[in-house]
C-alpha cells in the first residue's frame, strides 16, 4: 500500500519492475486531489511554462485559450521522435513508478485521476516501447514522449501492439491529461533514475558472484593467505571487509608451497572494493534524485517555479564510475583465469585438460573471456558527456545519462560472462587438483559442477556457458559462506 510518495523508495521500485503490482491508500489520493486543486487555482493569469506558453526556445510564446485547450495532449504527440532499441519491460515498470512517485508530490500538482491511471497501467501489464537511446535533449522528453502518448492511444507497445488495442484490451479509456499534465509526465529523469535503481542492483550482485570467483581461483590454484588478512586494509573499513570475506570462503583450503601468487589473484579485493563503494555512491545518488522534485516547473510554496531537475548529470557520471570499476575487474578475472589455465602457476595440466596436446582444454574458454573484456572496455566511454546546442541555444548543455545506464547495463553483461568463465575454470582446476578444498566452496563447486560438468574430453561449451549464464542471472544461483563481520 502507497500511502506517501515515500513509500515508492528504491526497493519498492526494484519489486514494481519485477512485477509486483501497486496499490494507492485512498487518502493519499484525496491528498493529491487538493493539491491539484490548489494548482489549478494558480494557473489563472500567470505565464506557466509549457502549460499557456510554448516550450524550449518558443517558452516567451502565449497560447491562447483554444491552443491551451489540446496543449497537453501535443506534448505527448510531437516530441516522439525516437525508435528502437527498446527499453525492457522491466526498465518501463521502474520508470513508471519514480514517476507515480513524482505524480504523488505536491510539487507536481498532478491530478488523482492521473496518478490511477498510471497506477493502473502498472497493474495491467501496460508496456509501452520506450527509446532507450537517441536522446540528445536537456532531459528525457523524446523517450518520455514515447512512454505517455501511449496513454493517450497512441504510439506502440513494447511486443508491437497499437496502444489504442493494448487500452481497449483493457477496457481503459484513453487518458486526457489536464492543464500542466502534459508536462508533468515528460519532464524530470525518471528514466535515468530507474537505470540507477536497477543497473547498482544488478552490479551489487555481480561484485559478490566475483568476490566468490576469487575466493575460488585462490582456492583452487592454492595461493598463499597472508595478503587477504583484514588488518591489511588500514583503515579503509570496506576492503577490510571484503578481506574477511575472501578469508571466510577460503579458510580451511590447501595452500601451495609458493612464495608469492601472481598479482591478479592478489589485488581483486582492493578492486572489488572500490567497485563496492562506486555502487554505494550510485545508490546515495539515486536517493537523492528520487526524494527531489523533477517537475519544471514545479509548484513550490504557491508558485510556479522552474528546476533543473532533468539535469541527471551526477547519476550518469557515477554510472559511467561503476562501468569503469567493473573495467578493472573484468581484467583481473581474465588475467586469473589465464593464470589458472598455465601449469607454471597452478601445478596442474597445461589448460586444465587431462591430456594436453590431443585436448585444447578451458583454453579456448580463456578467448571467450579475452573477447568480452575487449568488448567491455569499449562500452565504457564518459556516457554522460557531450553537451551541444539544441533548442536554438535554448537548451545548450545535455547530460545523456540514459547511455551511461545503457553503457552500464552492457558492461555488466559482459562482466557476467567473464566471471562464469572463470567460476567453470576455478572449478576444472578443482577437480584436477583432486583435493576437498575450503569448506565453506564446497557447496558452490558442487553447484557450477551440476550446471557445467568437468570438461575430461573437449566439447562445444558455447550452449553450456549460455546456460550458466543466465542461470547466474539469478540472485543465489550459487551458494556460498554468509558475508564475514
Excluded at 515498470?93 to 498510471?118: H, I, Q, Y
Excluded at 583435493?435 to 557450477?448: D, K, Q, T
Aim: aromatic fraction near 4%.
Amino acid at each position: 500500500m502507497v500511502g506517501a510518495p515515500g513509500d515508492l523508495d528504491v526497493a519498492a521500485i526494484r519489486r514494481i519492475a519485477g512485477g509486483e503490482p501497486v496499490r494507492l491508500d485512498d487518502r493519499l489520493l484525496k491528498v493529491v486531489a487538493a493539491q491539484r486543486e490548489a494548482v489549478l487555482g494558480a494557473l489563472t493569469g500567470q505565464p506557466v511554462y509549457g502549460v499557456n506558453t510554448g516550450m524550449g526556445r518558443l517558452a516567451g510564446t502565449p497560447l491562447t485559450a483554444e491552443q491551451q485547450a489540446g496543449h497537453q495532449a501535443r506534448l505527448l504527440i510531437g516530441r516522439a521522435v525516437g525508435g528502437p532499441p527498446w527499453l525492457p519491460a522491466s526498465d518501463v515498470r521502474a520508470l513508471f513508478a519514480v514517476r507515480l512517485r513524482d505524480l504523488l508530490t505536491p510539487e507536481s500538482g498532478a491530478s488523482a485521476d492521473a496518478a490511477r491511471f498510471l497506477a493502473d497501467r502498472l497493474n495491467d501489464g501496460f508496456v509501452p516501447a520506450v527509446p532507450a537511446t537517441g536522446s540528445g535533449s536537456a532531459g528525457e522528453i523524446i523517450p518520455l514522449s514515447h512512454a505517455f502518448q501511449t496513454f493517450l492511444g497512441l504510439g506502440s507497445m513494447l511486443d508491437g501492439a497499437s496502444a489504442a488495442d493494448a487500452l481497449a484490451r483493457r477496457a481503459a479509456e484513453p487518458y486526457r491529461p489536464g492543464p500542466k499534465e502534459g508536462t508533468t509526465f515528460i519532464q524530470g529523469a525518471p528514466i535515468a533514475t530507474a537505470h540507477a535503481i536497477l543497473r547498482a542492483a544488478t552490479a551489487a550482485e555481480l561484485a559478490e558472484l566475483q568476490t566468490l570467483a576469487t575466493a575460488l581461483t585462490i582456492d583452487a590454484i592454492g595461493a598463499p593467505r597472508g595478503v587477504y588478512r583484514p588488518e591489511l586494509a588500514g583503515p579503509d573499513p570496506v576492503l577490510a571487509g571484503v578481506l574477511r570475506r575472501i578469508q571466510a570462503l577460503t579458510g580451511g583450503g590447501t595452500a601451495r608451497p609458493v612464495v608469492q601468487a601472481p598479482v591478479s589473484v592478489r589485488v581483486g579485493p582492493p578492486a572489488l572494493a572500490y567497485t563496492r563503494r562506486a555502487v554505494a555512491e550510485l545508490e546515495d545518488a539515486t536517493e537523492r534524485a528520487l526524494a527531489a522534485p523533477t517537475d519544471s516547473p514545479s509548484f513550490v510554496e504557491g508558485e510556479f517555479v522552474s528546476t533543473a531537475g532533468f539535469h541527471a548529470a551526477e547519476l550518469g557520471l557515477r554510472m559511467d564510475a561503476v562501468a569503469a570499476a567493473l573495467v578493472h575487474v573484468g581484467e583481473i578475472s581474465v588475467q586469473r583465469t589465464h593464470r589458472l589455465l598455465d601449469e607454471r602457476f597452478s601445478g596442474l595440466p597445461a589448460q586444465l585438460t587431462p591430456e594436453p596436446g590431443p585436448q585444447a582444454g578451458l583454453s579456448p574458454l580463456h578467448k571467450r573471456a579475452a573477447g568480452e573484456l575487449h568488448a567491455l572496455r569499449r562500452s565504457v566511454t564518459a556516457a554522460s558527456l557531450g553537451s551541444l546546442d539544441t533548442s536554438s541555444g535554448q537548451e545548450d548543455v545535455q547530460v545523456f545519462a540514459l547511455d551511461s545506464g545503457e553503457r552500464l547495463r552492457a558492461a555488466l553483461d559482459h562482466l557476467l560472462v567473464i566471471t562464469a568463465c572463470e567460476l567453470i575454470t576455478a572449478h576444472q582446476a578443482h577437480v584436477l587438483r583432486g583435493e576437498p578444498g575450503a569448506p565453506a566452496l564446497r557447496e558452490a563447486y558442487r553447484r557450477i559442477g551440476e550446471l557445467v560438468p568437468p570438461v575430461v574430453e573437449d566439447r562445444s561449451l558455447g550452449p553450456e556457458v549460455t546456460a550458466f549464464v543466465a542461470a547466474l542471472r539469478s540472485p543465489r544461483s550459487i551458494p556460498s559462506a554468509p558475508p564475514a563481520g
